[in-house]
């Protein structure tokens, strides 16, 4: 799960888009949240090497002189940093079934970000 932190009002909650739209164990799928939803298992058809194919794509059109960082799987999608000389400057994510991107608009800096595993 992404999560945001909102440093005005210091509160923490889920990050929009993919993580709410696309995330197949914590997102809205399957919740039929107003009779829509974006379907799936989160089944990952595109390996993190072919999402990281879409993801070289995506910043030569879109962000030039941006290159992806690493993919970060979630359930149902990888989200990408991409980089300018070696600097974080943005985020998109890859649908990992249908190789949909999703660009990240809507935070400002990155502070920090947290790996955290469990099995």
């Given amino acids: 799960m992404e999560l945001l932190l909102d440093k005005g009002r ?3 909650g889920p990050e929009y888009g993919p993580n709410m739209m ?6 809205m799928q399957g919740r039929g949240m107003m009779g829509w939803q974006r379907g799936g298992s ?3 058809r595109l390996s993190p090497e072919a999402a990281r194919g879409v993801a070289t ?3 030569d059109a879109n962000r030039p002189g941006t290159v992806p960082g690493d993919a970060d799987p979630f359930y149902g999608y990888y989200t990408f940093h991409y ?5 974080i400057e943005g ?3 890859v649908h990992g079934d249908t190789g ?9 800096e990155l502070l920090a970000a947290e790996d955290e595993h469990s099995s």
């Fill in 10 to 12: 210091w509160t923490v």
């Fill in 22 to 27: 696309w995330n197949a164990r914590y997102g």
């Fill in 42 to 44: 989160g089944s990952m």
């Fill in 57 to 59: 794509e995506w910043p």
């Fill in 83 to 87: 980089l300018r000389d070696g600097e």
């Fill in 91 to 93: 985020m998109f994510s």
């Fill in 100 to 108: 949909e991107v999703w660009f990240h608009d809507w935070h400002g």
